[in-house]
């Protein structure tokens, strides 16, 4: 663990990934405690179109590994991956933007857990999970 | 539950999502117990580049999530969507095209689990993981 | 779901079950959102004895699965089991009594899912996780 | 990682535990790739009573936890103790003993992680699930 990194840092490391940007991701807050991330729309993410539009629960799993992996790096841990992820899906995601927060819930010397939350436009609750991630060293 | 549907009707419900076109899926083998799906590589789904391009772990969760949903289909379950997931991740996906291979672990009434198995070209096991899969009724 | 049952309810439902009586479980909050249970030591609890004693894995995992279905029942809902649970363990459980605080993340009308959080005597969190829980309709 | 432990070295790691004695445990068989543990039946474990009596869902949960860790041990890892793990639950645990199969999913340097199925006397599959262990170095 070191200092925390400051947000033009977290912001550049998160949309470094090529998937991240095919995605359209965007740091939109950094707080002591919890960061954020939006995902905006895309047609190539639809899970099944019929009776309405959804995004593919694959997708909102990436979020919440990505996301918790984020927040495990702004708090100064040095994340080299993902080790495992946990997913719940509560909600059909049908209203874009999607707004995924992530917090730490342990930073550990060789491996760090973080929770994950993500929202649609109208502020409901969709998925959440957590994941670990091994540190660097 | 009812009865197995035919070969063609699983590998035409995989490709009717647009998710799963994007990812360029292919049925590749469908057992009495498990099913085989192939992943070929595409630029968008790299997690980083150096030292060497893999693919996103989030990518590999869905593949695990949408494979286990199509073990249950392929037993006759109805499966309406994905009520949890969990994937461990085992090495980096460098080698394309890659191969999940799925089976149920219990077609439930209201619930049903299965789980699954990603291969890279090595035949190394990249991730695996398990799913819960609500009944439509 | 229904009304919420009053917190005499809750308590008596906790410790009607003969594990949570052996385990000598007490119901010591239950607020809006939250409800909490503190576990006492028992020798029998023991991993391991050296170098200081510390409580199985498995009874942290156990407290986890139990507090969130009790605060699935305490937000009316009906739950019949659980059908899966996820534990993240973030540090050695050595310091008694133990206290679970849990709350429900989604209210379903199939499947409700609940997180949970373990601390020791001391306020540091020993282990965390969720699960998900049938309704019995 | 160094060379598989004898029999006698597993079955004697596995009864250390004070809480694996209390739960009656006994490696029943020590394969190539599996190990089996058998667990008898204990009034204490009871989850509830009617309509008929059922082990505790974080009984078996503690079972499968125990199993891969004892597992990795078995293939020649170091496992200091476990980081997380996940049990799905699919039928109700009314007819002992149990017996519990694990293997080793991949054997890791930093950690590693392994799969067990949880089977009643009969023979059906009650609970399975996965669990991650960090190596002690």
Tied chains: 1, 2, 3, 4.
Excluded: C
């Excluded at 940007?21 to 950094?30: F, S």
């Excluded at 959804?54 to 841990?77: K, S």
């Excluded at 927060?101 to 649609?120: I, M, N």
């Amino acid at each position: 663990m070191s200092a925390k990194p400051p947000h033009d840092d977290v912001a550049a490391r998160l949309t470094r990934s090529p998937f991240h940007a095919w995605l359209g991701l965007e740091l939109t807050a950094l707080g002591e405690e919890w960061l954020e991330i939006r995902m905006p729309w895309r047609d190539e993410l639809v899970s099944r179109k019929q009776p309405v539009p959804l995004v593919h629960g694959g997708v909102l799993g990436a979020l919440i590994d990505l996301a918790g992996l984020q927040a495990v790096y702004a708090q100064g841990g040095k994340p080299s991956g993902t080790a495992y992820m946990h997913v719940d899906y509560h909600r059909p995601a049908t209203k874009p933007p999607f707004t995924v927060r992530a917090r730490v819930l342990k930073l550990g010397r060789t491996l760090s857990t973080a929770e994950a939350f993500v929202y649609d436009a109208a502020g409901q609750l969709v998925a959440s999970g957590r994941g670990g991630y091994p540190n660097s060293g």
